[in-house]
């Protein structure tokens, strides 16, 4: 359970760092709010995953799916360009949050 949490929150990271960048310095309500709830339940999540997950593997699981998810999502809506080395460097961070899910 506490890798399922993980990773939700992992996604949840994505979300309010995607809704931080819309809400342009917090002067937006929408973003601003969606930013505060999402951060808020991914850090909820993360502190839960972590009683069972150790911190360095929890952590770098998290930030992976985040990063990775923040950046896709920038590439599928046109706000950052799409390359070959971009996709196969975000392969790799997958790769390895996999990885690191595989010897836990």
Known sequence: MSWVVLVLSGVL???WA???GRSEGFSRL???V???VA???SMGGLAYALREIPVGTG???WVGIGAVLTVAWAMATGA?????VRVLLLAGIVGCVVG???VH
């Not at 950052?80 to 070959?84: G, N, T, W």
């Open 100 to 102: 690191l899910k595989l």
């Open 13 to 15: 990271e994505a979300v």
């Open 80 to 84: 950052e360009p799409v390359s070959v």
């Open 59 to 61: 952590y770098a699981v």
């Open 34 to 36: 969606v930013f505060g």
């Open 18 to 20: 995607t809704a931080l």
């Open 30 to 32: 929408g973003p601003s």
């Open 39 to 41: 951060l808020v339940l």
